[in-house]
């Protein structure tokens, strides 16, 4: 009886080493334990943007669809119904069970978003950050996004080309409190302004991301400032706001309305005169340096911390010229 447990405990030893064994020679895109290359999520790849149906991040998502499927590798992609750091919290939080080789994120919040990120990564998931970013600059292993300080620098100087001359009063409409990049955006503008002294600002006004909000905004500007010449919107849904208000007092065009992005509807906006210019990221390029990064930091190749895409300026007279810039509904 002992010789038959112990004959018994033997195979179960025996039975376990095999196992192990069994687990380390791997499943797809994982390696054995002599390669340390592949981590935990093997090929797959996700992508939480920062929300739903915006042609921004449909665009990006293009972009790294194709550079995924182009390295080898798989992405799926999930984004909240709205921008908003609880939800998008969610979204990350249910990766746990799961956890990607890599997650490329935008996130909502510079500070909120920082925890469930944390979590993901100690996982072993390596963290890219696309079109926005954490305060804390230790998280991620490359950010990727576009020179949002320069962009809000190139609209301030193309709203003084606009005004040629004539002085007035600007609106600065951003998003939500803690967006890195419409922040950036809002700063170098007013920065950039303060060259022009003909313009002046009326300091900047959150709309959280909301275009009723925006247009709300753009309303009450109106009637207290009887000087007011132009209008930046730093996003998509600002522009749409700020537009409606525009459009509802009667003073498209007799105000400067700048929107950053190209979205299908700015396009259309720009095209009808309801927006005089727009400031258009390269959405698709941040998603393919995204993934980029992402699978050089899966297979131990050098990454790059932070790189930008650029910025184009485009009004209806070169709208044409710079069409390789709208924006896209779907891939």
């Given at each position: ?5 112990t004959?018994t405990?033997?195979?179960a ?6 196992l192990l064994t069994?687990c ?9 334990s ?7 999520g093997?090929k797959?790849?996700a ?8 042609p921004f991040?449909i665009?990006?998502?293009c972009g ?5 499927k182009k390295?080898g590798?798989?992405?799926?992609t999930?984004?909240?119904q709205k ?12 990766l746990?069970?799961n956890p ?7 996130p909502?919040d510079?500070?909120a978003?920082?925890a469930?990120i944390?979590q993901?990564?100690?996982?072993g998931?390596k963290i890219v950050?696309v079109?926005?970013?954490?305060k804390?600059t230790?998280?991620?292993?490359s950010?990727?996004s576009?020179d949002n300080?320069?962009?809000?620098k190139?609209?301030?100087q193309?709203?003084?080309k ?8 600007v609106l600065?409409?951003d998003?939500i409190?803690?967006?890195s990049t419409t922040?950036?955006?809002?700063k170098?503008f007013?920065d950039?302004?303060?060259?022009t002294?003909?313009?002046k600002?009326i300091?900047?006004q959150?709309t959280q991301n909301e275009p009723?909000q925006?247009?709300?905004?753009v309303t009450a ?6 000087d007011l010449?132009?209008?930046f ?8 706001g700020?537009?409606?208000?525009l ?10 309305l700048?929107?950053f ?5 700015e396009v259309?906006?720009?095209k ?8 258009a990221q ?10 980029q ?6 297979e131990g190749?050098p990454?790059t911390?932070?790189?930008t ?8 007279a070169?709208?044409d010229?710079?069409?390789q810039y709208?924006?896209?509904q779907?891939?």
């Open positions: 009886m002992k010789l038959t447990k004959l405990a033997m195979g030893v025996v039975s376990a080493a095999a069994a380390g020679s791997g499943t797809v895109g994982q390696t054995g002599g390669d340390s290359a592949q981590p935990t093997g797959k790849l992508l939480i943007p920062g929300v739903q149906a915006e991040y665009s990006l998502q790294a669809e194709a550079e995924a390295l590798y798989e992405l799926t999930q984004a909240p921008f908003d750091a609880p939800l998008q919290t969610q979204l990350v939080n249910a746990g069970a990607p080789a890599a997650l490329l994120i935008a909502t510079d500070t978003m920082l469930p944390q993901v990564k100690a996982r998931t950050e079109d926005t970013a954490l804390d230790g998280v991620a292993v950010s990727i576009s300080a320069a962009g809000g190139l609209a301030a193309t709203m003084a606009l005004a040629n001359g004539k002085s007035g009063s600065v409409l998003t409190a803690g967006t922040a950036a955006r809002a170098g007013e950039e302004l303060k060259n002294p003909n313009l600002s300091g900047i959150f009723e925006a247009a709300a905004k500007a109106l009637s207290s400032t009887p010449i132009g209008v919107a730093t996003n998509l849904n600002t522009g749409e700020a537009a409606t208000g459009r509802n007092a009667g003073k498209v065009g007799a105000v400067n700048i929107g992005d190209a979205s299908p509807s259309e906006g720009l009808n005169g309801q927006y005089q210019a727009l400031i390269d959405p698709a390029s941040i998603g393919t340096q995204g993934v990064q992402a699978v050089a930091a899966i190749k990454v911390r932070n790189l895409a650029q910025l184009h300026s485009i009004t209806k070169d709208m010229a710079n069409a709208f924006y896209k779907s891939c």
